[in-house]
């Protein structure tokens, strides 16, 4: 034989002593123990070692009295535990948000116990907008008026502007600017208590399916 069959062939030994290392250690030692399951094909089986059937399935490990030693779990592959910890992920996440909804609700339900109390908050707040809107139509009242001041005092000089003087233009410019941040100002404001109106809405609608579940039930007739 020659010297690179040799190393061939010590190789393969090693890398086969490798592989039944690792299934020794995949496989828990028993000692007086029956291995349990029920395969894909709902068949229960039993065996002295771990049962081929079932390894992508828990197999219980059962004493000779037929109560659980210990229970092994699945085999899996690299993919499907990628995929149980996913699936783990997922499940926590939803746990998470149901748990966050639930304490959202109890805060709710806390700050509005009847339709009263959420309906007066509502137009609290839209009552608020409401009069910064009017103080923001007031001051475009007074700019208007200002304007008119202002172009009259251009009335002289509608022939040639460009005589006006220095500080009536930038009276107009001064002007024009703060009419027109006026107006936005106030189209924030009518956007705003849309935006008090939608949420106020969405309240409501749990607000309702929440009051439902916990108004106390009608006394049955005897």
């Not at 910890?85 to 805060?107: F, L, M, V």
């Not at 936005?184 to 106020?200: D, H, L, P």
């Amino acid at each position: 034989m020659m010297a690179t069959d040799k190393w061939v062939l010590a190789l393969a030994f090693l890398a086969l002593g490798g592989v039944c290392a690792t299934a020794l250690a995949q496989t828990p030692p028993v000692t007086g123990g029956v291995y349990s399951c029920v395969d894909a094909k709902g068949r229960r089986l039993t065996a002295d070692r771990p049962i081929p059937e079932c390894l992508d399935r828990e197999q219980k490990i059962l004493n000779p009295s037929g109560t659980v030693k210990a229970k092994v779990g699945p085999s899996l592959t690299a993919q499907e535990r990628a995929e149980l910890e996913q699936k783990e992920k997922r499940e926590i996440e939803e746990r998470a948000r149901t748990a966050d909804e639930r304490r959202r609700d109890r805060a709710l339900l806390t700050r509005y116990p009847s339709k009263a109390v959420h309906d007066q908050e509502r137009q609290q707040a839209i009552s608020q907008i409401g009069v910064v809107v009017q103080a923001a139509k007031h001051r475009l009242d007074e700019l208007a008026k200002q304007r008119i001041a202002i172009d009259e005092e251009m009335e002289f000089y509608k022939k040639d502007t460009a005589k006006a003087p220095a500080y009536v233009r930038r009276q107009i410019e001064e002007n024009t600017q703060s009419q027109a941040v006026q107006r936005r100002f106030i189209g924030e404001q009518e956007a705003e208590a849309k935006r008090v109106n939608e949420r106020f809405d969405d309240e409501l609608v749990r607000l309702r399916q929440l009051w439902t579940t916990i108004a106390p039930k009608p006394a049955s007739s005897k």
